[in-house]
């Protein structure tokens, strides 16, 4: 069991690597996702499950950053949107506030998503603006039932979450794109599953939430 990571935790990430890997496009599901997102704690409130989810998501869409700013080196529209993250992680933004620049910058976004020359760009930025997302309104899901085989292309573009943008942004396209590179893929959900989830759930153990 890896260290500090619960049982079922442990018995999930296992799983979904094994998922991932077996994938023909090395696509970890939605529905294996969201598992593991609950995993992470119940989404009531603010406590440990919600901060686990939200430190989650901003880790996750930092971890593509350098995507966006290689392709946008004087647009800090991600900039604004994790900084307003963090406002709002600890207290200093309410949620009014928080969901207008996220309808800004996803608005944003889609008119830069026109462009063919900054796919991998935009998606590292629409996974910064789902972080955002993340910790306006939780994983809106949690409480609701899980289908495992759930795919992203099966839910609305706005309800896709910071971690497939990512995936898109690593491997220049979403699963459904032929064109996109499934080895990048698959190296960007090992990383995801084996450092990004196990962190995401400790850090929270140790600030003593």
Not at 119 to 142: H, P
């Amino acid at each position: 069991m890896k260290m500090g990571v619960p049982e079922v935790l442990d018995s999930l990430l296992q799983r979904a690597f094994e998922s991932v890997r077996a994938d023909p496009v090395h696509d970890l599901a939605l529905g294996m996702r969201r598992e593991l997102w609950r995993s992470l704690g119940p989404g009531l409130g603010f406590g440990p499950g919600y901060a686990r989810r939200v430190a989650l998501a901003l880790a996750t869409a930092r971890h593509v950053l350098p995507l966006w700013e290689l392709t946008y080196p004087e647009n800090r529209t991600t900039h604004t949107v994790l900084d307003s993250a963090e406002a709002m992680r600890v207290g200093s933004l309410d949620k009014g506030e928080a969901r207008a620049i996220w309808q800004q910058a996803w608005d944003h976004m889609v008119e830069l998503s026109f462009s063919d020359e900054g796919s991998r760009g935009v998606a590292a930025g629409l996974s910064a603006v789902q972080a955002l997302r993340t910790c306006i309104d939780d994983e809106a899901f949690v409480l609701l039932g899980v289908d495992e085989r759930l795919r992203d292309d099966q839910v609305d573009a706005e309800d896709m979450d910071a971690s497939m943008f990512a995936a898109a942004a690593y491997a220049g396209g979403p699963a459904w794109d032929a064109s996109s590179d499934s080895a990048r893929r698959l190296q960007f959900w090992e990383w995801w599953l084996s450092e990004a989830v196990p962190l995401a759930y400790q850090l929270v153990v140790r600030v003593g939430s």
